[in-house]
């Protein structure tokens, strides 16, 4: 039977414990992570914009939808949005969000 220990709130038997550190820079993370969103958010739409390349295109707006949806922005406008692959709504509801 494996130990298993409690290390930093997180109950594993196998992960090593973080350093100071290492919280502090996961914890700055989690402090910025809708700044971090809203910026990745508008490069998204700034190389959709640019973009002439079909596959990247397609990668783009899945990479749209994931970060609206850390953004916890309305699934009904989300969906919407990526399945009509319409640039302006993002960039509206990008704006809407901030």
């Not at 998204?44 to 922005?73: F, G, H, M, P």
Request: glycine fraction near 2%; hydrophobic fraction near 35%; proline fraction near 4%.
């Amino acid at each position: 039977m494996q130990h298993v220990t409690l290390n930093n709130n997180r109950r594993t038997g196998l992960s090593k414990p973080t350093t100071p550190h290492q919280r502090g820079i996961i914890r700055r993370y989690y402090a910025n992570r809708d700044n971090l969103m809203a910026q990745k958010l508008s490069e998204i739409v700034s190389e959709l914009y640019l973009c002439t390349d079909q596959k990247k295109a397609v990668r783009l707006w899945k990479s749209a939808r994931t970060a609206l949806k850390n953004l916890n922005a309305p699934p009904n406008k989300v969906e919407t949005c990526v399945d009509n692959q319409d640039l302006e709504l993002l960039a509206r509801l990008m704006s809407d969000l901030f």
